[in-house]
């Protein structure tokens, strides 16, 4: 089987949410047959990302995708009546090779991941690829987080959140309409999004979860590289990519609301932010607030995650299943995730890790669990349990396997997807 596989982000090395999806998308799909990789980037990638992709893939074309203009574009595309994510991934160069490749090469499917990719399937039309099966994997419902983060917002943000959220959720019908087959993350954003498709799209469109996992051999507390490391005392940790809106929002609203009188009942009680990018407010923080330290860009996250009393993710907008849940819990540490960071993990139990709401709830589960050693190891347990049951990658990429390779052929993209619609771009 040939596969074309198109995703907007380079897919290695897997060290945030879309690339770990993508990257084990991206090993079983070299698994089936020749497999054939289109990605933007934007910041050159090593030369070991380089080589471990041209091992996988019979063929690689990645464009940068022009980062120091790409608010301009996402006006522009704002402008234009179209989604700002759309502008933002807007390459003309890589839709350029993307069309040489669709019109040279003929491939039995094509993948595309995430809804911004989707824009550049209108190179298929009049291609030996147009009857080719496309497989959609929105992994969350965007539309629904702009909406969210508008209901959080005031002002012109508000106003601009709303448009972003509607005009997603005009894409992702249209996408229904015209793919072979949709999956996300969790059953939860399949439900979401059979809510709003309407009939017409629900009556051919074949749409179906495919969870995220967790690689169990790397993120195990009891890797001999991590044999000398230990729990650090009244240490909370927080791994995540401190540049994307939800999580820096999340760990904002956890130093604001509940850091400062949980240290004063625990004066010696630490706050790790660990993560790529860090924007200036958490820098900010780290340089003005005691007890909160700053780790960037580091090359492995595990050492953090296993000194850590508590793992925290404090998310106040999320959308689908969270990896570093996920990471920690298979980390063997005790967790506290919000009831939004928590709700696309169906497979578990409240023995499982905590889920607080308020600043209150959080406060006194935190207390609880800082005096408590016991208790702690109790989450540890039961949570790295819960990953071996039911969050093991080779399950979920069994199943995509089985999606992938099941979609009837000559099922392709309709031929109503017309480039004139799709306003230019200069990079």
Known sequence: MDILFITHRFPHPPNRGDSIRSFHFLERFSRMGNLHLATLYDEEPSVESHRVLNELCAGVLACRWGQHRKWIKA??????????????????????????????????????????MFQYLDVLTGTINEKTPVIVDLVDVDSQKWFDYSSQSRGWKKYVFQIEGKRLRRLERWIGAECSALLAVTPEEIALYRDFAGEEVLSRLHSAAVPNGVDTKYFDPQAPELSEISEFPERLVFVGALDYRANVEGVEWFVRNVFPELRRDFPNCEFDIV?????????????????????????DVRPYLKRASVVIVPLQVARGLQNKVLEACAMARPVIASDCAAEGIQNRTAEDFLVCRTATEWKSALSFLLQNPEVREKYAGNGRKMIEKYYAWAAQLDRLESLVRDIPEGNGISNTHSNSNQPQFND
């Open 275 to 299: 993560g790529s990018r860090p924007v200036p407010l958490l820098k900010h923080f780290s340089e003005t607030i005691p007890g909160i330290n700053l780790a960037a860009s580091v090359p």
């Open 75 to 116: 006006g522009m595309a704002l402008l234009s009546g179209r989604t700002m994510t759309e502008g933002l991934f807007f390459n003309r160069k890589f839709r350029a090779g993307l069309k040489k490749l669709v019109s040279e090469k003929k491939f039995d499917r094509i993948v595309v991941f995430c809804s911004s």
